[in-house]
């Protein structure tokens, strides 16, 4: 059993996408499967002989190292295809409830899964790679913009799905850091933050200034 740093009670549904066990979902595709939160798709350096689909729903990336710790990849998100790999180089949790769709008719041969871990690093890098936890977190407000949930209840508001301490991990900074840059964002009015699980994007073309500046004039 997997315990991840936010939620000890991690279930292993790894090896099920396949077969009937999991809840289906009423809907055309008879391939659809409604997969909880907080559950193991598969694990690293498992065999995934072919691909799945993210109809909805987020899932993490996590690649797990030999000393314990661990360091989030990538997130998958609707429209997302898993690649197919012959060893998978990380493992996939899912954040929130999902639909899922296996995807018979896409069988890569490896090193495809490796492959599509490896480019999403490489992304992360050039993207964030020596720059300050400003430009960093504010490069990754408006990358998840676009994939977030809105709240049904608060207007203008969309659904944090990531847990803050997986936003840290995945930036390279402490959870401390992460929390001080999203109050410093509030204070100057780039964003809202009117619960723990929420936000509002109140300046995008500010974000978008900070996303790009070089590291030496970003401040922290």
């Known amino acids: 059993m997997l315990l991840t740093l ?3 009670r991690h279930t292993d549904f ?4 396949a077969t009937k066990s999991l809840i289906r979902p ?3 595709d008879p391939r659809l499967r409604l997969v909880p939160g907080n559950v193991v798709l598969f694990w690293q350096d498992e065999h995934l002989p072919h691909a799945i689909e993210v109809v909805d729903g987020a899932i993490r990336a996590v690649r797990l190292w030999s000393d314990g710790t661990r360091q989030i990849v990538t997130f998958f998100w609707p429209g997302s295809v898993i690649a197919p790999s012959a060893l ?8 929130t409830r999902c639909t899922l769709r ?3 008719d896409i069988a890569a041969p490896e090193p495809s899964g ?6 999403a690093s490489l992304r992360l890098l050039a993207a964030t790679g020596k720059k300050s936890a400003t430009c ?3 490069w990754f407000l408006l990358q998840i913009r676009e994939h977030l949930p809105r709240d049904p209840v608060l207007p203008n508001a969309f659904r944090v799905v990531i847990p803050r301490n997986d936003i840290a991990d995945y930036l390279g900074m402490t959870l401390e850091t992460a929390c001080r840059t999203l109050a410093t964002f509030r204070a100057q009015g780039l964003i809202d933050l009117p619960t723990r699980k929420t936000i509002c994007y109140l300046n995008i073309p500010r974000l978008i200034r900070i996303a790009s500046l070089p590291s030496e004039g970003a401040g922290v």
């Open 88 to 95: 998978q180089r990380y493992t996939a949790e899912t954040l």
């Open 102 to 104: 296996p995807r018979e």
């Open 6 to 8: 936010d939620d000890s």
């Open 114 to 119: 490796t492959d599509q871990a490896l480019q």
């Open 14 to 17: 790894s090896g099920v996408l």
């Open 26 to 28: 009423p809907a055309r």
């Open 136 to 138: 960093r977190m504010a």
